[in-house]
């Protein structure tokens, strides 16, 4: 495992990066410090987090080469979806801006056997400065998975996420589907809140802070015209979604339970129309080779 500490004007203005940038998470110095027990303890933890890392790693084999090729995660917070490549063979560089959740992350590829740490290079740095971070590195693969919604202007960040990826590589985006807003308030049987959420572009996510969603089109238009191919879009969570918010969600302990919803959530993922109510989506994307 190595750990890369990097200072830029990004890293060292957070406070300013913040307010200008992030739609009123919490913190001056760590935006995600307040927050990443919470979402590397607990939410990764639910039947909906371990679904969603299961599906989403299965969604991203279909599109990878063979490790072990280099493999950036931007926003990859606590490891949670970039380890379990990592464990697979591909050499991993989780990018974070937080130090708590880059200490989650150490915490956790710390449990992992020692050829699997020695795959895994940590990065202190904003995505949106992930080019001069990695010092111009290309990559087979760039994820992106739950970031964008944080954003007010998401564009630079998707600038870098295409910049970073080599030629033919994959570009992997997971934001909320703002085509299916409506659908956790009225599992909440929140009416009103529903009812006013069909044309809305954010709301209160399940960590207490302000989202914002996207449409496929609208992000398959951006990267596009970035030299990146859309290639594919899944739904993400859906079953396991409505019955969290409806009150009969799954017992975590269940594994033969977990595992069942898992293989469904992964087969809704491609079809339609189950996919399109996904409350996220992700898209996968291919650079051009010229």
Same mark, same amino acid.
């Given at each position: 495992?190595?750990?890369? @500490?990097?200072?830029?004007?990004?890293?060292?203005?957070?406070?300013?990066?913040?307010?200008?940038?992030?739609?009123?998470?919490?913190?001056?110095?760590?935006? @995600?410090?307040?927050?990443?027990?919470?979402?590397?303890?607990?939410?990764?933890?639910?039947?909906?987090?371990?679904?969603?890392?299961?599906?989403?790693?299965?969604?991203?084999?279909? $599109?990878?080469?063979?490790?072990?090729?280099?493999?950036?995660?931007?926003?990859?917070?606590?490891? $949670?979806? !970039? &380890?379990?490549?990592?464990?697979?063979?591909?050499?991993?560089?989780?990018?974070?801006?937080?130090?708590?959740?880059?200490?989650?992350?150490?915490?956790?590829?710390?449990?992992?056997?020692?050829?699997?740490?020695?795959?895994?290079?940590?990065?202190?740095? /904003?995505?949106?400065?992930?080019?001069?971070?990695?010092?111009?590195?290309? &990559?087979?693969?760039?994820?992106?998975?739950?970031?964008?919604?944080? #954003?007010?202007?998401?564009?630079?960040?998707? /600038?870098?996420?295409?910049?970073?990826?080599?030629?033919?590589?994959?570009?992997?985006?997971?934001?909320?589907?703002?085509?299916?807003?409506?659908?956790?308030?009225?599992?909440?049987?929140?009416?009103?809140?529903? #009812?006013?959420?069909?044309?809305?572009?954010?709301?209160?996510?399940? #960590?207490?802070?302000?989202?914002?969603? $996207?449409?496929?089109?609208?992000? !398959?238009?951006?990267?596009?015209?970035?030299?990146?191919?859309?290639?594919?879009?899944?739904?993400?969570?859906?079953?396991?979604?409505?019955?969290?918010?409806?009150?009969?969600?799954?017992?975590?302990?269940?594994?033969?339970?977990?595992?069942?919803?898992?293989?469904?959530?992964?087969?809704?993922?491609?079809?339609?129309?189950?996919?399109? #109510? !996904?409350?996220?989506?992700?898209?996968?994307?291919?650079?051009?080779? !010229?």
């Amino acid at each position: 495992m190595q750990i890369l @500490w990097k200072d830029s004007p990004l890293t060292s203005c957070r406070s300013s990066r913040t307010s200008r940038h992030y739609l009123g998470v919490v913190g001056d110095d760590d935006t @995600w410090a307040g927050l990443a027990d919470q979402f590397a303890d607990e939410a990764y933890a639910s039947v909906k987090g371990r679904v969603r890392t299961y599906v989403l790693h299965q969604q991203l084999l279909e $599109h990878l080469p063979a490790p072990p090729a280099p493999v950036l995660d931007v926003g990859g917070g606590a490891g $949670h979806q !970039s &380890f379990p490549l990592a464990q697979a063979g591909y050499d991993v560089t989780l990018l974070d801006p937080s130090s708590a959740m880059l200490d989650k992350a150490r915490q956790r590829l710390q449990r992992l056997p020692g050829e699997v740490q020695r795959r895994v290079t940590l990065v202190e740095a /904003d995505g949106e400065n992930a080019d001069e971070a990695v010092n111009g590195q290309r &990559f087979a693969a760039v994820l992106c998975h739950g970031v964008l919604g944080y #954003l007010e202007h998401p564009e630079p960040l998707v /600038d870098q996420l295409c910049r970073c990826a080599a030629a033919g590589g994959v570009v992997s985006i997971m934001t909320g589907n703002a085509n299916a807003m409506a659908v956790r308030p009225a599992l909440e049987q929140r009416w009103d809140d529903a #009812l006013a959420s069909f044309d809305a572009r954010g709301e209160i996510g399940v #960590l207490g802070v302000p989202t914002r969603a $996207h449409t496929v089109e609208e992000l !398959s238009e951006v990267v596009q015209s970035r030299g990146v191919e859309p290639v594919r879009w899944y739904g993400v969570w859906m079953f396991v979604d409505w019955l969290d918010f409806s009150g009969a969600g799954l017992d975590p302990s269940d594994s033969q339970q977990v595992e069942a919803a898992a293989a469904v959530e992964l087969e809704a993922s491609r079809r339609d129309p189950y996919r399109q #109510l !996904s409350r996220v989506f992700h898209l996968v994307g291919r650079k051009s080779l !010229s």
